[in-house]
Structures are given as C-alpha cells and as structure tokens.
C-alpha cells in the first residue's frame, strides 16, 4: 500500500508542472501508472483471494433487505432486475478435464507466466475478467493435451473475448501452452 501512496504522489508532482512536461515526463508517468495498475490489480486478487467463496457469501442486496426488514418490521418491496451476462462465468465453463491429471503431477502453467504477461493475459485476452482466468488455467493445467486445451479455449473463450490469431498477445498465450505441453 506504501508503494501505491509513493507512486501517486510521484505522478501528481509531475502533472503539477503541465505546461513544462517533456515526452520523457509523460513516459515516466505511463511507466508509474502500469506499476499502479499492476499494484492494485494483485491488491484485489489478495482481497479476492481471501474472501470466502461466493456461495457462501450473502448477497449484498439480500443482506440490505433484511437490514431494511429488520429497522421497520415489515415487507419491503424491491424489484430486482437481472442486468445481462456480458461474459460466462467460470462456472459455464465445464470442468471436463480436471480429474484427468495424475495425482503426483504438480505441473501448473501459472510457473512460465510472469507478472507482467499474467496482467496482460488479464486485461486483454480475459477481459479484466480475473476469476475467468484463473479458471482457464486451472482448466489447462487438467487437460491431457496441448490439443484438447485448445479445443477448451476455442470452445469456451476464444469468441466470447474475441481473441485474434494475429494478436501479439494471443500468440504469446498460444506459445506458452505449447511451451508447458512440450514439458510433460
């Protein structure tokens, strides 16, 4: 948290002197913000890490209610509306593999991802969608091969994120899944 304080002071201090900027300035300020981004992005998956898992959680709403019940002793009425599912969860994605890992193999892709490439992974093949991710790789980490990992992505990721062969980073992905298969 030190860390975030010293990098947002950093970048105020620079934005103060606006009209005396250089291209080199504004690079440095890029460079503290992706250090700020990444920061608060392991930040929440610490926070997310260690809450507990979502069925046991109460939802917000439903605990709201109940605190609204309790204060006036009667049937509040609250319409719920549904917003639309924008991507799957997790959870629509099958666990069809997992169990096809021997149980002496500790193989994990996470092991040749880095930071830096995790972050990107994030934000530009899984849609800022973490828990996805993190299921992706699980998933990854279950299948028997390199080809039934792909037919996985294809299957379930591929479009809905709308990943492109062409794309550095999807390129990047596919080469450490046939670095991690090669390995086995």
Do not use: C
Not at 97 to 108: V, W
Request: charged share 25%; proline share 5%.
């Amino acid at each position: 948290m030190e860390r975030i304080s010293i990098l947002l002071q950093k970048i105020a201090a620079i934005a103060e002197n606006e009209s005396k900027n250089t291209t080199i300035d504004i690079d440095l300020m890029l460079d503290y913000t992706r250090v700020l981004y990444a920061d608060l992005l392991e930040m929440r998956g610490k926070i997310a890490f260690n809450a507990p898992p979502a069925q046991e959680r109460e939802p917000v709403f439903a605990k709201a209610m109940k605190e609204d019940k309790e204060k006036h002793n009667e049937e509040p009425h609250v319409e719920i509306v549904t917003p639309p599912i924008i991507a799957p969860s997790p959870a629509s994605i099958p666990v069809s593999t997992a169990g096809n890992i021997p149980s002496g193999n500790k193989r994990d892709i996470r092991n040749l991802i880095g930071i830096n490439d995790k972050y990107l992974f994030i934000s530009e093949l899984f849609g800022n969608n973490n828990e996805t991710y993190e299921h992706v790789l699980n998933e990854i980490n279950g299948a028997w091969d390199e080809q039934n990992a792909i037919d996985l992505l294809q299957e379930h990721v591929y479009g809905t994120y709308g990943w492109d062969k062409e794309n550095e980073t999807t390129e990047l992905f596919y080469n450490l899944l046939n670095k991690f298969f090669s390995t086995i």
